[in-house]
């Protein structure tokens, strides 16, 4: 790759398969992009590109096409959406209109949240925006995901660093008419932590995920929302080598912590990672480093709440390549 080609890259220009043709990458944090930028886009791509723009998988937007002595042309182009999506949001980006400052950190996504969604337990563009100002700029490959319920509509559990909203129900038992919607609700879609006994509601916390389902389907108003939590799964990935589902790390976590994490996670990858690879994808640290060291390294200085709970170790799913899970036919029979 030549110098220049570099410092496109991370500038967050993609290289493409024709050498002298780039591609624009637009963040979007959180997935809600103002219609007013639309035209921004089109022109782009009509001016520029090849008239087309891809809808990436991170919520982002790619122009492809573009021809690479006209990079500083678009960069200036798309300061307007970089200063209301990045800067206004209290990113720093030092020069708007020489475009992104780094690439390597991906465009934190979020499911629509409850600015539309019923089922959502918090602002998931709003958490998004906060944790892009934390981590951003920043050129390790990390990706970020945040969704506002545990449907995880948004995946995050194929991500490094995966938040699902959790909200503490609370409950009345003053509105409380006895009908058991609450608890056939969550034994069917949740995890069966309610029971009807002496003609009240109890909740088992340790079975809780804080889905708020009961809120939604009780017909009295007896279960409240009460206060705001996030589960974070971590180490969840996809890639060549070892794709994996991520594993829970913590429960019940407040906002601060959540942003706590994310912002220690740098510091443990600038600790550990690999300096002879041209990039190591976090999972992969925490496989060389141990859990303990992980956990230890990005709960540094935080105030876990009274009610948080930290896994005691990692249960990763994922490839076995070493241990003959795959073979070839005739495969044995079970017996
Ligand atoms: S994850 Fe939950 S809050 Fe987000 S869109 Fe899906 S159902 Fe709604
Ligand atoms: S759904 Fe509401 S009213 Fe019915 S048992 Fe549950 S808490 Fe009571
Ligand atoms: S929040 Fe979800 S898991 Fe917890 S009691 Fe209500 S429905 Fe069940």
Redesign the pocket.
């Known amino acids: 790759m030549s110098l220049n080609t570099k410092k496109l890259a991370k500038n967050a220009w993609r290289v493409t398969k024709d050498r002298h043709l780039t591609c624009l990458r637009i963040r979007v944090p959180g997935g809600h992009f103002p219609a007013k930028f639309f035209p921004i886009l089109q022109e782009i791509a009509d001016r520029f590109g090849n008239g087309s723009v891809h809808l990436t998988t991170r919520q982002g937007f790619e122009i492809p096409g573009i021809a690479l002595e006209a990079t500083a042309e678009v960069n200036s182009l798309i300061a307007p959406l970089i200063r209301e999506l990045e800067v206004d949001q209290g990113v720093e980006v030092p020069a708007p209109e020489e475009g992104y400052p780094a690439a390597g950190t991906r465009n934190v996504v979020a499911c629509i949240g409850n600015r539309v969604c019923p089922q959502a337990v918090f602002d998931t563009t709003r958490l998004a925006y906060d944790i892009e100002k934390t981590i951003y700029p920043n050129n390790p490959h990390v990706k970020i995901a945040v969704t506002g319920c545990a449907n995880d509509c948004v995946k995050v559990h194929l991500h490094d660093i995966g938040i699902i909203g959790q909200v503490e129900p609370i409950?009345d038992p003053s509105r409380?008419?006895?009908?058991?919607?609450?608890?056939k609700n969550c034994r069917q879609v949740s995890t069966g932590a309610l029971r009807?006994h002496n003609f009240k509601?109890q909740r088992d916390s340790d079975r809780c995920l804080g889905c708020g389902e009961?809120v939604l389907?009780?017909?009295?108003g007896?279960?409240g929302r009460g206060d705001q939590y996030f589960r974070v799964v971590i180490m969840g990935r996809t890639g060549k080598k070892n794709p994996r589902l991520a594993a829970p790390f913590l429960e019940w976590a407040d906002r601060e912590t959540v942003l706590k994490i994310c912002r220690n996670l740098y510091d443990y990858i600038d600790r550990h990672i690999d300096r002879t690879l041209a990039k190591e994808h976090v999972g992969y640290i925490v496989d060389r480093t141990g859990y303990p060291v992980f956990r230890d390294e990005v709960l540094k200085d935080v105030v876990l709440s009274p009610r948080a709970k930290v896994a005691k170790f990692l249960n990763p799913s994922g490839y076995l390549y070493d241990h003959g899970v795959l073979c070839s036919q005739p495969y044995p029979s079970d017996g």
Do not use: S
């Open positions: 409950y409380c008419i006895g009908c058991r919607a609450c608890v009807f509601v009961c389907k009780c017909p009295t007896a279960w």
